[in-house]
């Protein structure tokens, strides 16, 4: 899989993509360590380089933004975006049979990851803080793939129980990266790590 290729077509030509990623086999391991990885590192990067640059700027109720404070946030939020989207796609592998779809957690994982793509490439905004409010709305391009995705029939979902297949699986998105933005938001605003920085 090439990476380049496989960015540009899940962006630019989803439908399209999505018949190629269901004939291939990826495994997991595959799947996280030569795409997600790479891709998730660029918001996180972004960031702490963003914070960095903007770095004398103060924050409400923080202070100054502290060089360590800063990079254990940017690897924090690596570490938690990668979980999220595995746990996504173990619960999308999980909710297959409630919806009469076939159990496939390669498939599941795929919907998962390159659901995320939109997001990650729009990460790189995250050089200037106060752009990083874009990579939310790109965020919403990446619900779109990820309904095609079903669509496609990654799961083996009949056509009558896509939408739905995807609205639970939606919520379930939303409310891991809600769980987790949460306990990152409360290791850095106002838990102990903050004071040990």
């Given amino acids: 899989m090439d990476l380049v290729t496989r960015v540009k077509g899940i962006l630019l030509q989803p439908k399209e993509e999505w018949k190629k990623i269901k004939g291939e086999s990826l495994p997991v391991t595959k799947l996280f360590t030569s795409y997600a990885a790479i891709l998730a590192a660029i918001p996180a990067v972004a960031h702490f380089f963003g914070w960095a640059i903007f770095g004398s700027l103060r924050i409400p109720y923080l202070g100054r933004n502290l060089f360590g404070r800063n990079l254990f946030y940017s690897i924090f939020s690596y570490v938690f975006t990668l979980l999220t989207v595995y746990l996504l796609g173990v619960i999308i592998n999980a909710l297959a049979p409630t919806f009469s779809s076939?159990?496939?957690?390669?498939?599941?994982?795929k919907l998962a990851v390159f659901s995320m793509t939109p997001a990650w490439v729009a990460g790189i905004l995250n050089l200037i803080p106060l752009l990083g409010v874009l990579v939310g709305l790109a965020s919403l391009y990446g619900l779109y793939i990820m309904y095609l995705g079903f669509e496609a029939s990654l799961m083996e979902t009949p056509k009558d129980k896509v939408v739905s297949y995807f609205v639970v699986s939606l919520v379930i998105a939303l409310?891991?990266?809600?769980?987790?933005?949460?306990?990152?938001g409360a290791m850095f605003l106002g838990g102990s790590l903050i004071r040990a920085l």
Avoid at 103 to 108: K, Q, R, T
Avoid at 179 to 184: D, H, N
């Fill in 102 to 109: 076939k159990s496939n957690p390669e498939n599941a994982m």
């Fill in 175 to 184: 409310v891991l990266m809600f769980v987790l933005s949460g306990i990152l």
